[in-house]
């Protein structure tokens, strides 16, 4: 009788989320992308930029793993969001702030 080896597949997820400028989701790119997820929970995440919608793919052998990162992600997105919400998400100048010497009181 053969034996029958498993063959596990992995459980996967894709999340597109919109920002209201390419500027926005830049921003977020760049703070999320940092955050690597663990080693010990087995999953795989990815992102990219597709003009003002950040892509992200998630990869778990498990789905418990993938909910937990998931989850996880969206606690920081949340938190992103909010950031640039209160501060604009703009660049400031360069020249912001300082004072001309022709500047009078």
């Known amino acids: ?3 029958q080896v498993a063959v596990s597949k992995a459980n ?7 920002f209201d400028t390419p500027r926005h ?3 977020a790119y760049r703070v999320l992308s940092v955050d690597q997820e663990p080693r010990r929970n087995f999953v795989r995440k990815t992102l990219s930029l597709e003009e003002d919608v950040l ?4 990869s778990a052998d498990q ?3 993938l ?5 996880s992600f969206f606690e920081s997105l949340l938190l ?12 400031v100048p360069k020249d912001a702030g300082a ?4 500047d009078t009181a």
């Open 67 to 71: 909910r937990t990162a998931i989850t």
């Open 25 to 27: 989701a830049e921003i």
């Open 99 to 102: 004072q001309s010497s022709s």
């Open 1 to 3: 009788m053969p034996q």
């Open 12 to 18: 996967e997820s894709t999340l597109r989320v919109p």
């Open 63 to 65: 789905v418990k793993s």
């Open 55 to 58: 892509v992200v793919h998630f």
């Open 80 to 91: 992103c969001q909010d950031t640039i919400k209160l501060f604009g998400g703009e660049e």
